[in-house]
């Protein structure tokens, strides 16, 4: 059988490369075969002529050991190119990226040049890319920030290329520095990417700036192609941990005892996946407070500050956003030596209200609760009163109604203290008014009326209540009830 000779003797293959365009090849046709046939007497180039080639084949890689395959990187066309056919353009290249050809010549029994030529080529350009669009950046971790962008597949001539590399720069500005104020001059290069996306990972100056809103990040993106020909800048995109206004309650510098709220509210539109609270103890060993909430609004149960004892502690809050960001805010709270009011009273009421008039309103009642959370001890009870309407002696301190707790006899002229032998009185944690039962009653019995049932006049009665925690920490309230049966304080 006879073997086609391809670019035999003079006919070799040629190739050129053309600006912005595709790779031309050319080549020479192919007119004998590669050993003689016998008895054929018709010869070329010292073989027998090619009586029955019926075209060629062109295949491409980016390495120049490739080994022809129809399936995996023949070009040129899903046929045989005809004879006759002496050039070929390959405009499905990328500009500046070397390409090795090789052409086989065929005959009409589908055999092949054995030895198939070989060429290099290369297409240049010096058109810039397309800008980058579509540019977004988020925190996607506490560590890191993702930019991502639209692929480039075009140049600025609308003609297709293929990017090689991205490059990303990045600026770091002071917390809401609009982006659009921002010179070309104050990004640097930050590093490049072969897709399109990239991770910041960042440094800890970088997360700490960000999570205390100190500062911003911002990022812009340029394409380049293999000859080097970089897009314009894209237009920037800000990452910073944005958040709406946050509430904290104790507010900052806050002075409170006994059980504290703890609450956190933000106002913003972000999503916010968790959220901690951490308060360190005094001695700078350990924590007395730290608890965690994965779902907004948050709640947190109530500081203990009775147990943590007397001091001025900072507590660190953590917000953690969807979008990776941990943003960080720091309060502080004094915790007094004595406590603050830890009991509430509600629901005065005068008795007997039916009689005869010198008979009414000589009882004063009211409901106390417990705010605290914890098992209270009240040590003592002061009374005092004024004589608006007249002279007034206290006869006994009911606690709760029906009990007698503190006896004065015939009377005790304003003030009046309880008697410190039938103290401490209880006040559970349970009487904190959740329900209707959850507190307590207690009475104060006079030997005249202290309002006049006809006038409304009457006397302001005050009431001094001393505690103590199941923590042995010491507080005091103190609440006046008026004739109108309103209360102000403590």
Known sequence: MAHEGLFSGSTENVMRWVTGAGIVLTWNEVQNNSNNVTNDPDVLNSHTILRDGSGYRLYRDTVSTFTPDDTTNRVASNTTLQNGTLTWTDNTVDNCQTYYYKLKAMDTCDVGSTTPASATGQAVTNIQPSVPTGVTGARTGTGTVTVTWTPVTTKVDGTNTTITTYKVYRTKQPYGTLVGSLTQGVFSLLGTSTTNSYVDNLLGADISDLNNRTQGLYYQI???DACGNESARSGGVDVACNIGTITTSPSDGASASGMVPITLSISGSATYTSARVQIPSQSGVGTVYDQTSYSYPFSFPSFNA?????????????ITLSNGCAVDL??????????????????PNLSPTSGKSTNLNKNMSWDIMNNSGLNLDIKSIVVSWTANIGAHKLLTIQYPTGSTVTSFGTGSASPATGNYGTFPLSLPATANGSCGTCKVNMQLAYDTQIVDPNTGNGELVTMTYTFQDQYANSGSCTFVVHPDLSITGP
């Open 222 to 224: 340029t394409a380049a």
């Open 306 to 318: 009775s147990a943590a004892g007397p001091g001025t502690y900072t507590i660190h809050w953590t």
């Open 330 to 347: 720091y309060t502080r709270l004094d915790v007094p030596a004595n406590l603050a009011c830890q009991i509430t009273p509600t629901n």
